[in-house]
């Protein structure tokens, strides 16, 4: 475990305060030091991608496999180039309809980029963020930005400052607070670089709106070949404490009776109240409170969702629940990278 550090808190909330934070976070990445950054999605845990030393930091604070790349962040077209051997016709019409924005393009990398960031593969991922302090720090800096989400590994990603500094405050020097994230689940991550172009990770850019630039793309199962091309797809991931489970009710009754059957892992307390202590988190179907620790209601509105999802997860684990139950999604394009999202956070075995 490393030595506690002073954290530093910087806030953006004006033009002054945001350029101050700015140079900055730029000044502390150029020197080889690590900064939580907001963006968009997600917050982000960020290092000078050229930089190794610091890079590999990433992974020692996350715990981190380091057979797990990490997206380098641009915020130009030529910051793209540089780090990418091939911009093929298909990225520029991507970048254009897409970017800045929650799409990561993997492609041919340049061997500037270095093994760690890459994992030693032959590609890298590259996304320009739309949050505006992410471009504006990656302008200033001139530099690319490697940054995975800024929870520990496999855990649920943060979407405010509060979720960050529960994990990360006394082991970052900086994070800078951008507010809630928008859209607050990471970003799809497409492979260019297969034929053809092939979605690794499902993001809020959904299938039928890449198919609106490209002729075809595949959704094919990760698993494919056995190969781990991205392996956040594969394991447990974006997971609260508790056991998450997935569920449809018709109603209340339905509901608990459904409960009183659920399996709990093996490592759960016999003496344990049944059912346990549940949060549920419905968004049609709205059960009762009284016989739950917590309902959160989130919109029916897959946008809307993404934005409330993690954060209605990180506060299950701050209340203790003993079990997530999560009504079910409808399953159309609109939804599937949040369904994918529930199915990783449902797996219990690594
Ligand atoms: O929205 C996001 O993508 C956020 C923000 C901070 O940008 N970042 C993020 O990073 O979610 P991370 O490291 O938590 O997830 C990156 C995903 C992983 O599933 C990783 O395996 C995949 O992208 N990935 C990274 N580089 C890759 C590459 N060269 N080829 C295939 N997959 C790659
Ligand atoms: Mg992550």
């Known amino acids: 475990m490393p030595a506690p550090l ?24 150029r020197s080889g030091r690590l900064a939580v950054i907001p963006t968009e999605t997600v917050y982000g845990l960020a290092a000078h991608a050229f930089d190794a030393d610091a890079v590999s930091r990433i992974f020692a604070l996350k715990g981190r496999p380091t057979h797990n790349p990490l997206i380098v962040h641009i915020a130009s077209i030529d910051l793209a180039r540089r780090c990418a051997a091939d911009w ?29 960031v890459t994992a030693g593969g032959p590609t890298v991922a590259l ?12 302008r200033h800096a001139g530099f690319p930005i490697a940054a995975p989400s800024a929870n520990l590994s496999a855990r649920t990603s943060p979407t405010t400052v509060d979720h960050v500094r529960r994990t990360l405050d006394g082991l970052v020097p900086l994070i800078v607070d951008g507010g809630p994230c928008q859209v607050g689940l990471e970003s799809t991550v497409l492979d260019l670089t297969a034929r053809p172009p092939r979605i690794l990770r499902p993001g809020m850019v959904h299938a039928e709106a890449l198919r609106s630039v490209l002729d075809t793309v595949s959704e094919s199962a990760p698993e494919t070949g056995g190969i781990h091309r991205s392996p956040g797809l594969l394991d447990r991931h974006y997971a609260p404490l508790a056991p998450l489970i997935v569920r449809t009710w018709l109603d209340d009754h339905d509901l608990n009776q459904q409960l009183q059957s659920v399996a709990m892992p ?8 049944r059912p346990p202590v549940t949060c549920i988190l419905a968004h049609t179907r709205i059960p009762a409170a009284r016989n739950f620790l917590r309902v959160a209601v ?5 946008e809307a969702y993404a934005r ?11 209340l203790g ?23 990783r956070a449902s797996i219990r075995t690594p």
């Open 6 to 29: 002073q954290t530093a808190v910087l806030p953006t909330h004006t033009p002054a305060l945001l350029q101050a934070a700015v140079e900055e976070t730029a000044r502390a990445l």
């Open 266 to 273: 093996p490592d759960f307390p016999t003496d344990s109240p």
């Open 88 to 116: 093929p016709d298909t990225a520029d019409r991507l970048a254009r309809a897409f970017w800045p924005g929650p799409l990561t393009l993997v492609l041919p990398r340049k061997p500037v980029v270095p093994d760690i």
């Open 308 to 318: 409330a999802l993690y954060a209605e997860l990180h506060r299950c684990d701050e």
């Open 127 to 138: 996304r320009w963020p739309a949050h505006p302090f992410a471009q504006a720090l990656i």
């Open 298 to 302: 989130i919109p029916h509105d897959p």
């Open 321 to 343: 629940a003993q079990l997530i139950v999560v009504e079910s999604l409808p399953n159309t394009p609109d939804w599937a990278a949040l369904t994918d999202r529930l199915r």
